[in-house]
């Protein structure tokens, strides 16, 4: 049975070194490790890496010259409207470019920045999704049938 949960997101990139100081920038602490192909950063609850894209390609044993929409996007969830702002704020000042400002949207409110690499990251707030005390989403409870 596999766990439900994600330990890792790995990201290919194009400069190990620029993505890890544009994520030190987000404010994201990178781990001790020394190595130069490669950099980690503990998330709560997950750990996001930035490996380069061919290394990163040829350790999944795939062409590394896909480019354009990845059909992925990252989330960080916050509390209000208000957080959502600053954090878009925050990043375009640290390097993001805003890819949609922040907006009303079904069930919440949120926009995207694109990294240095051009991954996707939403920065939203949803009322039907609230966060816990460890700032995790927790999903509505399934509906019994009658």
């Known amino acids: 049975m596999l766990p439900k949960r994600l330990t890792l997101v790995t990201l290919g990139v194009a400069d190990v070194a ?27 609850g997950s750990v996001l890496a930035v490996f380069g894209r061919e290394d990163l390609a040829e350790d999944a044993g ?12 990252l989330a960080i969830n916050l509390s209000s409207e208000g957080e959502v702002d600053e954090a878009l704020r925050h990043a375009e000042s ?7 400002p922040a907006r009303k949207v079904r069930g919440g409110y949120s926009g995207y920045f694109a990294d240095p690499d051009g991954h996707l990251w939403e920065v939203a707030y949803n009322p039907l999704c609230p966060l816990d005390e460890n700032g995790r989403m927790q999903l509505p409870k399934p509906k019994k049938a009658p």
């Open 94 to 100: 640290c390097g993001a470019t805003i890819i949609k």
């Open 18 to 44: 620029q993505a890890r100081a544009f994520y030190e920038r987000l404010g994201f602490e990178a781990a001790g490790i020394e190595e130069e192909s490669v950099a980690f950063f503990q998330l709560e």
């Open 62 to 73: 795939v062409p590394h010259d896909g480019a354009g929409f990845r059909g992925v996007s």
